[in-house]
């Protein structure tokens, strides 16, 4: 978005149908970032739901004696 301005300015205008609406390119980009995040997410759980069993025991955390 900025790069397509000659990074002269931040604020990209963002067309919306027949509106131009000034958009401050980091928000959007941040947007759009956290959309695929949540998109992605849910897909990956879609595919496969069970997650890591944790084999962690209480004897694991402590310190070894010599």
Do not use: K
């Not at 790069?3 to 941040?30: I, R």
Request: hydrophobic share 50%.
């Amino acid at each position: 978005m900025v790069a397509s301005l000659g990074f002269s300015t931040s604020v990209f205008p963002l067309q919306v149908g027949e509106l131009s609406v000034p958009c401050y390119a980091a928000l959007a980009s941040l947007i759009v970032n956290l959309a695929v995040t949540v998109a992605v997410t849910w897909l990956l759980n879609i595919v496969h739901p069970a997650r890591a069993r944790d084999d962690t025991i209480e004897a694991d955390y402590r310190e070894a004696t010599p």
